[in-house]
């Protein structure tokens, strides 16, 4: 359990740091913040690539030198940023960027997407801080790119989808929590009793 790397990953306003703020306070771990730089979206392109690349890099050393932790925010979402402002990045630090997180996505766990639609959204800031108006039918885009990429970036036996009915925090923490356990549990002991 010592460097268990639990990851929340979601669009924008589906509770992400509530949740990873709750479960770090219920079990004493370390929360990686969101941390994407306010500047990243103000500077000019060649700046932006520049802080994309050190953004992911430096998310991917503190999940694994903070360790037990809730990352909020994983590279699944950074991804998702990347696929959504490939032009703005440029495309060499944009293909750099996505290589890192997948090897950071690989480095996870477990993955927890939450349901885009399970707490009514209208407007909410984006990474900079802007409030963005939000278009049901690009929420719904967004939330198929981020689960698509979620499956092909981590190990799918360890994504959990936390159900759309499962809203308080309470409830989200307790879904963690018995999941958390289940994977310690399997850590602790690889083989299936009778086997050797």
Known sequence: MLDVKIGLSGLNSTGKTTLSNALASHLGWTVVQEGVPRSLFSVPAPQ????????VQSKRAAQ????????????IDIALMIFNRPEIFGLEAALKAYAECEIMAQELDALILLPHDAIAVLESPNEAGLIRRFSPLMRKRNDILLRGLAQSMHD?????????DVLTVEERVSFVVSRIEKLSSVNANPYPSGHS
């Open 48 to 55: 932006q690539a520049r802080l994309l690349l050190e953004y």
């Open 64 to 75: 694994n030198t903070q360790a037990p932790c809730i990352l909020d925010r994983t590279a």
């Open 156 to 164: 799918q036996t360890t994504i959990w989808e936390l159900p759309n």
